[in-house]
């Protein structure tokens, strides 16, 4: 199986703060990378998908990028909507997910 | 618009089997995955399996294979996935997701269901 890093696992930010989120995965296998956002008592909510593409609906200062094993979700300019935990998920064949540990962003 | 609603919070016996379900409305069922994810208190997302309904294709996550049946009723639009031979380990919040395949059988899980708290105790 393919295991998922993240780095940093927790971050202190301000508004308006450029925060990037790294995501690692063990092994290449595909550029299926996926990121989440989850608040507290909330089913998670797809940010990114394959990488770099930005849901429909999804504020613009939200990006991603990356491929192979090393991926990067960057907020530009954060809102206090942002304070949240982050997830990366990796698909490697089908129907075969992995997700990273999480980052928590919350506010300094 | 799209929507996953999933069944009310149980509470189960250790040994014991809990079968939840996920009813769709607003796509068409047979032309996505549906998956399941599950939480437990204070713990990070943990990816358990799923289903092409279209295919009765299943694969589940290592952790869980033998003990996570995932199923679908076309008639009704509905998921179920059933973990059986409960342990307090298992109390979590159980998540469905709707997975939009990709090629290469990547894809994305864009709808989600509200989450069911499921609570192993004697």
């Known amino acids: 199986d393919i295991q998922m890093t993240q780095s940093p696992s927790s971050l202190s930010a301000s508004v308006g703060d450029r925060v990037n989120i790294t995501c690692r995965a063990s092994?290449?296998?595909?550029?299926?990378l996926n990121w989440y956002q989850q608040k507290p008592g909330k089913a998670p909510k797809l940010l990114i998908y394959?990488?770099?593409n930005l849901r429909s609906g999804v504020p613009s200062r939200f990006s991603g990028s990356g491929s192979g094993t090393d991926f990067t979700l960057t907020i530009s300019g954060l809102q206090p909507d942002d304070f949240a935990t982050y997830y990366c998920?990796?698909?490697?064949?089908?129907?075969?997910?992995?997700f990273g540990p999480g980052t928590k962003v919350d506010i300094k | 618009q799209v929507q996953l609603v999933q069944s009310g919070p149980e509470v189960k016996k250790p040994g014991s089997s809990v079968k939840v379900s996920c009813k769709t409305s607003?796509?068409?069922?047979?032309?996505?995955?549906i998956t399941w994810v599950r939480q437990a208190p204070g713990q990070v997302l943990e990816w358990m399996g799923g289903?092409?309904?279209?295919?009765?294709?299943?694969n589940y996550a290592q952790n869980f294979q033998g003990r996570v049946t995932i199923t679908t009723d076309e008639s009704t639009n509905t998921a179920y996935m059933e973990l059986s031979s409960l342990r307090s380990e298992d109390t979590a919040v159980y998540y469905c997701?709707?997975?939009?395949?990709?090629?290469?059988?990547?894809?994305?899980?864009?709808?989600w269901g509200q989450g069911m708290l499921v609570t192993v105790s004697s």
């Open positions: 607003g796509g068409t069922f047979n032309n996505y995955a």
């Open positions: 998920q990796q698909s490697y064949g089908t129907l075969l997910f992995t």
């Open positions: 997701a709707r997975l939009a395949l990709a090629a290469a059988g990547g894809g994305y899980f864009d709808y």
């Open positions: 092994q290449s296998s595909s550029s299926y």
């Open positions: 289903i092409i309904p279209v295919f009765g294709t299943t």
């Open positions: 394959a990488a770099s």
